[in-house]
């Protein structure tokens, strides 16, 4: 059974901070991760991809990734309360599989 | 970028009845779309698989005679919820991708209450 692991927080994080959000995988395998932001009663919003081992910059968000370690984080720099949010990490196999999420509080 | 069109956005109905779901990929062709079911608080929970021209594939535990799934050409599917009970409540949403190297894209949701 492939798992994808994440902390349900909630993370509170004070503004302008930096944001560290943290998933685990099982599958060695895996070759693709996504970052997904869901806001309360909406659809997930696909922020971040990554494929290769490093980091990937995309304005306030970085993606780092270890196939070594399994891992996937996700930081946010700046924080604003607008990133307040469950984050949904994932990985895809021939079908996405999605972490429970994670409930990133961003305090004002 | 990529867009999924669903609708309803929201829908109420009696219990008994039958509710239908659509997305679309507006500008792009998806030969394969995910069904999700969200109840609150929750994670994602994949609900079958489809794929265009042929049957769905669905994951354990989810009654096929139940949802029934429909992908009849590369930018549409629907999802049939037959014979609704309050239990079916919940928050569906679609997904879909454009290549095989990116991200899926998601349809806005349809929030289902069964009365």
């Known amino acids: 059974q492939k798992e994808v692991e994440q902390n349900s927080g909630p993370l509170s994080v004070p503004e302008g901070a930096i944001a560290s959000l943290n998933c685990t995988y099982s599958d060695r395998g895996s070759q693709s991760f996504f970052w997904y932001r869901q806001y309360s009663g909406k659809s997930p919003e696909l922020i971040m991809s990554i494929y290769s081992n490093g980091d990937k910059e995309d304005g306030r968000f970085t993606a780092q990734l270890n196939k070594a370690s399994q891992y996937v984080s996700l930081l946010i720099r700046d924080s604003q309360p607008s990133d307040s949010a469950t984050y949904l990490c994932?990985?895809?196999?021939?079908?996405?599989?999605f972490g429970k999420g994670t409930r990133l509080h961003i305090l004002p | 970028g990529a867009v999924v069109s669903q609708h309803p956005s929201r829908v109420i109905c009696k219990s008994g009845t039958s509710v239908k779901i659509e997305c679309r990929s507006l500008?792009?062709?998806?030969?394969?779309m995910f069904w999700y079911r969200q109840f609150p608080k929750k994670s994602l929970m994949l609900m079958a698989t489809?794929?265009?021209?042929?049957?769905?594939?669905?994951e354990q535990g989810v009654e096929k005679d139940k949802f029934l799934i429909n992908h009849a050409s590369l930018t549409l599917s629907t999802l049939t919820v037959t014979s609704a009970h309050p239990e079916d409540s919940s928050f569906y949403i679609c997904s879909a991708r454009a290549t095989s190297r990116d991200g899926y894209t998601f349809g806005s949701g349809t929030r289902l209450t069964v009365v």
């Open positions: 994932a990985v895809r196999d021939d079908k996405i599989i």
């Open positions: 500008d792009f062709q998806a030969t394969t």
């Open positions: 489809s794929n265009e021209g042929s049957k769905a594939t669905y």
